[in-house]
Antibody
Framework: EMQVVESGGGLVQPGGSLRLSCAAS????????MSWVRQAPGKGLEWVAS????????RYVDSVKDRFTISRDNAKNSLYLEMNSLRGEDTAVYYC?????????????WGQGTLVTVSS | DIVMTQSPDSLAVSLGERATINCKSS????????????LAWYQQKPGQPPKLLIY???TRESGVPDRFNGSGSGTDFTLTINSLQGEDVAVYYC?????????FGGGTKVEIK
């Protein structure tokens, strides 16, 4: 079982940028696809982005394409989400979640999340 | 995109009674090559991240109590919680992992009557 801890959330103005981090432990990090899933306040879950074990494949939900970049550093057991041109609708708790060997695998282990608030 | 629609939005059930949650996908999530439905259920308790309960529509994750049952195929699925316990108060989400993007239903809140 993987333990993940997110960090980097906070208050940012519309149009601003933020970088989220996720530190993983308790597993062989580089054998898993990893994802970010978000949840707006009082709302449901939305998959945001996923990255392959070696970083060679990345997938994004349409609403964040060209604004968000997912990356990973396997040497540091870490996952990142660079968020640019932030909008009010990006306000959410962002969860880091592990998947299996494939992009379609389910979200097995989740962190507690980090809150991103986009507001002036 | 595959749209997942859950019903009802919320329900209140007495302790020990049955809760039934429905999930409908906008297209079939049954993969013909392995005859598996790529449909999962998650439980999210207040203040916690989601937890995977059921995958392939009806297979319980290790450690999940057997009062949780998933059923259905193709586009229509059901999560049944038999003999509801107090610790089952949560929001339940269905999710398809058949196609990209991976999508979730809007959630069903289960409360005690």
């Amino acid at each position: 079982e993987m333990q993940v801890v997110e960090s980097g959330g906070g208050l940012v103005q519309p149009g601003g940028s933020l970088r989220l981090s996720c530190a993983a432990s308790g597993c062989t990090f580089n054998t898993f696809w990893m994802s970010w899933v978000r949840q707006a306040p009082g709302k449901g879950l939305e998959w945001v982005a996923s990255i392959k074990q070696d970083g060679s494949e990345k997938r994004y939900v349409d609403s964040v394409k060209d604004r968000f970049t997912i990356s990973r550093d396997n040497a540091k057991n870490s996952l990142y989400l660079e968020m640019n041109s932030l909008r009010g609708e990006d306000t959410a708790v962002y969860y880091c979640a592990s998947q299996g060997n494939n992009w379609w695998d389910l979200f097995d282990d989740w962190g507690q999340g980090t809150l991103v608030t986009v507001s002036s | 995109d595959i749209v997942m629609t859950q019903s009802p939005d919320s329900l209140a059930v007495s302790l020990g009674e049955r809760a039934t949650i429905n999930c409908k996908s906008s297209q079939s999530v049954l993969y013909s090559s392995d005859n598996k439905n790529y449909l999962a259920w998650y439980q999210q308790k207040p203040g916690q991240p989601p937890k995977l309960l059921i995958y392939w529509a009806s297979t319980r994750e290790s450690g999940v109590p057997d009062r949780f049952n998933g059923s259905g195929s193709g586009t229509d699925f059901t999560l049944t919680i038999n003999s509801l316990q107090g610790e089952d108060v949560a929001v339940y989400y269905c999710q398809q992992n058949y196609g990209s993007p991976l999508t979730f239903g809007g959630g069903t809140k289960v409360e005690i009557k």
